[in-house]
């Protein structure tokens, strides 16, 4: 070990749900250090919906006092004795996924995204009981499986959102065959949506964006899609029957009375619909009979994150293609209205933090 | 020339009696060139018939022969015709037409064309009902007539047409076979076709019923597991992970029905397929994104099966041995079928035997 500073741990806390936006200093325990870990010094983190849904107390009450932020970039300061494939000094992420068993079927067949054992990077707890923080802060550890060497061509501030964003669309694109030849939609053109049009695109498939309203219209375009559609126009989907062999959906709420049935007749047969939005906990998918999915023989389908090979597949091809999201990078101390602005649909397209209570070698 | 057949069959003419269907000539299709012509012998029970009769899935037309699972021998064949002869030993399934142009039709998809036309309870450009086969004759499209192997008997060629088809097909679709683990929820005329044809494929079949007394038959039908959902209520938590494909035969649903557990038991991108179709008002019970997200499951819909899955289904069938478990009665009887269905008496599908002509 070099004989740097030893990095201290504190970051932006929610320590009261009443004022869920106000987000103060507060020093942390992290993981306990083992042979497999590596410490991250943080440069950059992104603002991800998660993070308002967590600490809106949306997705159930959080574990006080909690600090947000899964899409995580910065710099090794410290690797355990095993790790074999980085080393201090690189350049790396983490996404919204910290652990997971390790020696399940669905771990060892490249689906630790899916482990029933998974560990979440913040509001969750290790097996010895310490709890994992996220990264608005200024440090982070984690298993080598869990953290990403950032290529070279990827700036830290763009590749940031990639770690969850970016691979929560990219995982299912990949997994449901996007490529050359096949036609994708993607409903709900915020941080998630606006990378699914951009790798949807870099991987060669023709792409319909559905927005609400024309006030995005000509950014869609700019990032690629082949065509743009209104959904506040009546009949949207009427001359799109029997189109698309993946629709990626980021909704992320589903007022009372909508069916997704006219949704669902836009896809070829065994087209699959993908939700990547989750809503709050009380909010479900609108009602669906099997009507719904009979005549065209469709799938509805969910999807979590993205593996380890998920995501350096992703960086590489943002890295080849120079694929760059379009951020709005702030300060970190205003993570607060960084979420404002999440939650009040403002944002274009994605919030990018930039540490700022510790300075990174 | 053999005789003109005279087309008759048992029809429904009033809905709040739906099981007392009374003989009623009918106006068949408009025969042409690549039309086949099929005295029917024998016309399985499909739950399809009974949702119709109901009008459960809508108020449907009258009168009407229903009945979509045919078998009869050729006596006609329109002169463009290639595949079949007078004599030949044939079957229709729950589908008589498609438009025959689009992608999907020339894809092997033809049971997924939006123009579509069921056997019965449809309607042809023309105008013409189609009448189904409780029935004395049908005629259909070369495209939707089956060729039945010799090793196949009628009786139990027929309900393969439907319920073996629409099993049939996501089993092959999503990849049943060795190495591969299926559920079937719901062990009636399409479960208990589900079980027998994904063991013929090579999979491993977990079973799921409610009723006890139908273990010993599953098992008998070669499922490997059996699981009493009413016995044990946390059956799922054993199997979670463990199966790759689930076939839901339920074609009802309350709100309280446990959709999450269900989906719980599937490993990554596994596939829960609905092939039961409830009445139009019971719907799926209510699912959240979080459902799926644990395991990156898919829920789908299947609609029947295409000439060529059934004619590979025929295949594996004849090749396996794969025999159902039907009951037989003569075609007057179908009435009694019906109730029969509806109160859940039959084990696990009635064959009714034409008696018309």
């Given at each position: 070990?070099?004989?740097?500073?030893?990095?201290?741990?504190?970051g932006?806390?929610?320590?009261?749900?009443?004022?869920w936006?106000?987000?103060?200093?507060?020093?942390?325990?992290?993981k306990?250090?083992?042979p497999e870990?590596?410490?991250?010094?943080?440069?950059?983190c992104g603002?991800?919906?998660?993070?308002?849904?967590?600490?809106?107390?949306?997705?159930?009450?959080?574990n006080?006092?909690?600090?947000?932020?899964?899409?995580?970039?910065?710099?090794?300061?410290?690797?355990?004795?095993?790790?074999?494939?980085?080393?201090?000094?690189?350049?790396v992420?983490?996404?919204?996924?910290?652990?997971s068993?390790?020696?399940?079927?669905?771990?060892?067949?490249?689906?630790?995204?899916?482990?029933?054992?998974?560990?979440h990077?913040?509001?969750?707890?290790?097996?010895?009981?310490?709890?994992?923080?996220?990264?608005?802060?200024?440090?982070?550890?984690a298993?080598?499986?869990?953290?990403?060497?950032i290529?070279?061509?990827?700036?830290?501030?763009?590749?940031?959102s990639?770690?969850c964003?970016?691979?929560t669309?990219?995982?299912?694109?990949?997994?449901?065959?996007?490529g050359?030849?096949?036609?994708v939609?993607?409903?709900?053109?915020g941080?998630?949506g606006?990378?699914a049009?951009?790798?949807?695109?870099?991987m060669?498939?023709e792409?319909?964006?559905?927005?609400?309203?024309t006030?995005k219209?000509e950014d869609?375009?700019?990032?690629?899609?082949d065509h743009?559609?209104?959904?506040?126009?009546?009949?949207?989907?009427?001359?799109?029957?029997?189109t698309?062999?993946?629709?990626?959906?980021?909704?992320?709420?589903f007022?009372?009375?909508?069916?997704l049935?006219?949704?669902?007749?836009?896809?070829?047969?065994?087209?699959?619909?993908?939700?990547?939005?989750?809503?709050?906990?009380?909010?479900?998918?609108?009602?669906?009979h099997?009507?719904?999915?009979?005549?065209?023989?469709?799938l509805?389908?969910?999807s979590?994150?993205g593996?380890?090979?998920?995501?350096?597949?992703?960086?590489?091809l943002?890295?080849?293609?120079?694929i760059?999201?379009?951020?709005q990078?702030?300060p970190?101390?205003?993570?607060?209205k960084?979420?404002?602005?999440?939650?009040?649909?403002?944002v274009?397209?994605?919030?990018?933090?930039?540490?700022d209570?510790?300075?990174?070698? | 020339?053999?005789?003109?057949?005279?087309?008759?069959?048992?029809?429904?003419?009033d809905?709040s009696n739906?099981?007392?269907?009374?003989v009623?000539?009918?106006?068949?299709?408009?025969?042409?060139p690549?039309?086949v012509?099929?005295?029917?012998?024998h016309?399985?029970?499909?739950?399809?018939?009974?949702?119709?009769?109901?009008?459960?899935?809508?108020?449907?037309?009258?009168?009407?022969?229903?009945g979509?699972?045919?078998?009869?021998?050729?006596?006609?064949v329109?002169?463009?015709?290639?595949?079949?002869?007078?004599?030949d030993?044939v079957?229709?399934?729950?589908?008589i037409?498609?438009?025959?142009?689009?992608k999907?039709?020339?894809m092997?998809?033809?049971?997924?064309?939006?123009?579509?036309?069921?056997?019965?309870?449809g309607?042809?450009?023309?105008?013409?009902?189609?009448q189904?086969?409780?029935?004395?004759a049908?005629?259909?499209?070369?495209?939707?007539?089956?060729?039945?192997?010799?090793?196949?008997?009628?009786?139990?060629?027929a309900?393969?047409?439907?319920?073996?088809l629409?099993?049939?097909?996501?089993?092959?679709?999503?990849?049943?076979?060795?190495?591969?683990?299926?559920?079937?929820?719901?062990i009636?005329?399409?479960?208990?076709?589900a079980v027998?044809?994904?063991?013929?494929?090579?999979a491993e079949?977990?079973?799921?019923t409610?009723?006890?007394?139908k273990?010993?038959?599953?098992?008998?039908?070669?499922?490997d597991?059996?699981?009493?959902?009413s016995e044990?209520?946390d059956?799922?938590?054993?199997?979670s992970?463990?199966?790759?494909?689930?076939?839901?035969t339920?074609?009802?649903?309350?709100p309280?029905?446990?959709?999450?557990d269900?989906?719980?038991?599937l490993?990554?991108?596994?596939?829960?397929?609905?092939?039961?179709?409830p009445?139009?008002?019971?719907?799926?019970?209510?699912?959240?994104?979080?459902?799926?997200?644990?395991n990156?499951?898919?829920?789908?819909?299947?609609h029947i099966?295409?000439k060529?899955?059934?004619?590979?289904?025929?295949?594996?069938?004849?090749?396996?041995?794969?025999?159902?478990?039907?009951?037989?009665?003569?075609?007057?009887?179908?009435?009694?079928?019906l109730?029969?269905?509806?109160d859940?008496?039959?084990?696990?599908?009635?064959?009714?035997s034409?008696?018309?002509?």
């Amino acid at each position: 070990m070099s004989g740097q500073k030893e990095l201290e741990f504190k970051g932006y806390a929610m320590t009261d749900p009443s004022a869920w936006s106000n987000l103060t200093v507060v020093p942390f325990q992290p993981k306990n250090f083992g042979p497999e870990d590596v410490e991250v010094a943080i440069t950059h983190c992104g603002v991800c919906g998660s993070d308002l849904h967590t600490l809106t107390g949306g997705w159930g009450q959080a574990n006080l006092p909690v600090i947000v932020g899964h899409e995580i970039v910065g710099k090794v300061t410290r690797v355990g004795e095993k790790v074999k494939d980085i080393k201090v000094g690189d350049r790396v992420g983490v996404g919204a996924q910290v652990g997971s068993c390790l020696k399940c079927r669905a771990c060892n067949d490249n689906y630790e995204n899916y482990c029933p054992g998974m560990i979440h990077t913040y509001n969750h707890q290790y097996p010895d009981g310490v709890k994992t923080q996220g990264g608005y802060s200024t440090g982070i550890r984690a298993h080598e499986r869990f953290v990403f060497p950032i290529p070279d061509k990827l700036e830290s501030r763009y590749a940031a959102s990639m770690l969850c964003a970016g691979v929560t669309v990219f995982s299912p694109l990949k997994a449901y065959g996007c490529g050359p030849g096949k036609k994708v939609g993607v409903i709900g053109i915020g941080g998630l949506g606006h990378y699914a049009v951009l790798f949807a695109k870099a991987m060669g498939a023709e792409v319909w964006a559905f927005t609400r309203g024309t006030s995005k219209a000509e950014d869609v375009k700019k990032m690629g899609a082949d065509h743009v559609v209104d959904t506040n126009v009546d009949g949207y989907w009427k001359d799109l029957q029997m189109t698309f062999d993946i629709i990626i959906s980021t909704v992320d709420h589903f007022p009372a009375g909508v069916s997704l049935r006219n949704i669902l007749s836009m896809l070829y047969v065994h087209g699959k619909y993908i939700t990547v939005g989750l809503p709050d906990v009380d909010e479900p998918l609108p009602s669906i009979h099997p009507f719904d999915i009979t005549a065209n023989g469709c799938l509805i389908g969910g999807s979590h994150v993205g593996s380890k090979e998920d995501m350096m597949e992703m960086l590489q091809l943002a890295a080849d293609k120079g694929i760059k999201p379009w951020i709005q990078e702030l300060p970190m101390k205003e993570a607060g209205k960084a979420l404002e602005g999440v939650k009040a649909g403002k944002v274009r397209y994605r919030y990018v933090l930039q540490q700022d209570i510790a300075p990174v070698a | 020339m053999s005789k003109s057949i005279q087309f008759k069959g048992y029809a429904l003419v009033d809905p709040s009696n739906w099981s007392d269907l009374q003989v009623r000539e009918f106006k068949p299709k408009n025969f042409e060139p690549e039309d086949v012509e099929i005295a029917i012998t024998h016309c399985g029970v499909c739950g399809s018939d009974l949702h119709t009769v109901t009008q459960g899935w809508g108020e449907s037309k009258l009168p009407l022969v229903v009945g979509h699972e045919i078998v009869g021998t050729v006596t006609r064949v329109g002169d463009k015709v290639s595949e079949f002869k007078p004599g030949d030993r044939v079957g229709v399934g729950a589908q008589i037409g498609s438009c025959l142009s689009c992608k999907r039709c020339k894809m092997d998809y033809e049971n997924y064309c939006q123009e579509s036309i069921e056997t019965y309870n449809g309607e042809y450009p023309d105008g013409v009902v189609t009448q189904g086969g409780y029935s004395t004759a049908i005629r259909a499209h070369e495209r939707f007539v089956f060729p039945i192997p010799d090793k196949i008997e009628s009786r139990d060629a027929a309900s393969m047409l439907c319920a073996g088809l629409t099993v049939f097909s996501p089993l092959k679709t999503y990849g049943a076979g060795p190495g591969k683990t299926v559920g079937i929820m719901g062990i009636g005329g399409l479960g208990h076709y589900a079980v027998l044809f994904a063991k013929a494929l090579g999979a491993e079949v977990y079973a799921f019923t409610h009723d006890a007394t139908k273990v010993n038959d599953i098992k008998k039908m070669g499922a490997d597991h059996v699981i009493n959902t009413s016995e044990n209520k946390d059956f799922h938590k054993d199997l979670s992970g463990q199966l790759d494909i689930i076939i839901s035969t339920r074609d009802t649903y309350s709100p309280q029905t446990p959709l999450g557990d269900y989906l719980s038991m599937l490993f990554v991108h596994g596939k829960f397929i609905s092939v039961g179709i409830p009445n139009a008002d019971n719907p799926l019970p209510q699912i959240h994104p979080f459902d799926l997200m644990p395991n990156g499951a898919l829920i789908g819909g299947s609609h029947i099966g295409s000439k060529k899955e059934c004619l590979e289904m025929l295949r594996v069938a004849a090749e396996k041995g794969v025999k159902p478990w039907i009951e037989e009665l003569p075609m007057k009887e179908a009435g009694t079928a019906l109730r029969n269905l509806h109160d859940n008496k039959v084990r696990y599908r009635y064959v009714l035997s034409q008696d018309l002509a």
